[in-house]
């Protein structure tokens, strides 16, 4: 199979010249026939999301729509749109809450998912429409959208800075045509912006990743509703921090079958490829679309906020064995650990008038 992509991509540099790595990227995830999401790829053995991670991620999740419908002053109907939405789990979750809930039945849940194997998967979950992307939405007066861990997976370029310029790392096809290595060429005017405006913390050679189709997302999420709350869950930072000599490489990396790698090229199609994300993009994006950003929590201040710490104590009072309960204990601390998924950031966007009640924790 990664023969295969590997042929294709050969053959269309031979044709066309080195490629950006947003095009090679979004091949070797989302290629019809050979693209890692789209069924070839092993996503939940190959890493983890704070969704496998424990069920209590999307029961915690179901308090924030519910607080979201308040929000929105109790309409009669209102939209949950999920981003990646996998085979379900979080979905799973909030539709089992929803059933026993006044909200449930004002909502309408919608799972946003490119591959056809977790598409059919998470069909099976009664209540759950299903699109294979943003611009199937139908249109919803109020609306929520949760996008967890989607925007790292958007493919992005890889600039590399020289001194007051910055080149584009393209893919292309080693001396020998056995293997594709990274080409530098002048990076073009949409790419040099991000980097000028965000990268001043780089060091000369470093590099960093830019997400070319972000606006093409805010514009699609923009028209879904007039009244919209959205919650991006990933892991990043400001442009600071995840640009600067802390990633004098940038943030990329491959998670595969031989684990995590830095070799973005290797196997295509058969390792997921992600980057940090610059949540001030986010923000800039976002606003020229109409959508303000209100905060940036962490993830384990957000859990908190939706009343995780009460998951234990009830579990004790409901007398399950030890052993479960210190299976739960180390799930739930590994989603609330600053060093690991406790660490991802939460930010707070909106558009529209109902949306006052939002967080607007600093």
Not at 113 to 119: H, S, V
Not at 261 to 278: F, K, W, Y
Request: with cysteine.
């Amino acid at each position: 199979m990664a023969n295969e992509l590997l042929g294709s991509f050969k053959r269309r540099i031979l044709n066309q010249g080195p490629v950006r790595f947003s095009a090679f990227m979004s091949t070797a995830l989302y290629d019809q026939h050979f693209g890692y999401y789209m069924g070839i790829g092993n996503p939940y053995i190959h890493y983890g999301t704070s969704a496998s991670m424990h069920p209590v991620f999307g029961g915690m999740l179901s308090n924030h729509v519910q607080k979201t419908w308040v929000s929105f002053g109790q309409p009669d109907e209102f939209a949950v749109v999920e981003l990646g939405c996998g085979e379900g789990r979080i979905a799973k979750s909030i539709l089992a809450v929803a059933d026993e809930s006044n909200w449930g039945q004002a909502m309408d849940y919608i799972g946003v998912e490119i591959g056809p194997g977790r598409r059919s998967r998470a069909n099976k979950l009664r209540g759950l429409k299903l699109v294979s992307n943003v611009e199937e939405i139908q249109y919803h007066e109020y609306c929520l959208i949760i996008a967890n861990e989607y925007f790292d997976s958007l493919p992005f370029d890889v600039l590399q800075r020289h001194g007051s310029k910055w080149l584009e790392m393209r893919v292309g096809i080693s001396a020998d045509g056995n293997d594709l290595e990274w080409v530098p060429l002048p990076a073009e005017n949409d790419a040099v912006q991000y980097a000028t405006k965000y990268g001043s913390n780089v060091p000369d050679g470093g590099q960093l990743e830019y997400r070319p189709d972000l606006a093409h997302q805010y514009r699609c999420i923009s028209d879904i509703s007039s009244v919209l709350a959205m919650t991006v869950i990933d892991y990043g930072g400001n442009s600071s921090e995840i640009h600067s000599g802390r990633f004098p490489k940038g943030t990329a990396l491959a998670y595969g079958e031989t684990g995590i790698s830095e070799n973005l090229l290797e196997r295509p199609g058969l390792q997921d490829l992600t980057a940090h994300v610059n949540f001030d993009h986010l923000a800039e994006v976002g606003k020229r679309y109409g959508i303000e950003s209100t905060a940036i929590i962490s993830q384990a201040q957000f859990m908190t906020d939706l009343g995780i710490g009460d998951y234990l104590p009830y579990l004790y009072q409901h007398g399950i064995s030890s052993d479960r309960y210190v299976h739960e204990r180390e799930s739930i601390a590994q989603l609330l650990d600053p060093l690991e998924m406790g660490r991802f950031k939460v930010m707070f966007q909106h558009s529209g008038v109902g949306n006052k009640e939002i967080p607007e924790r600093t």
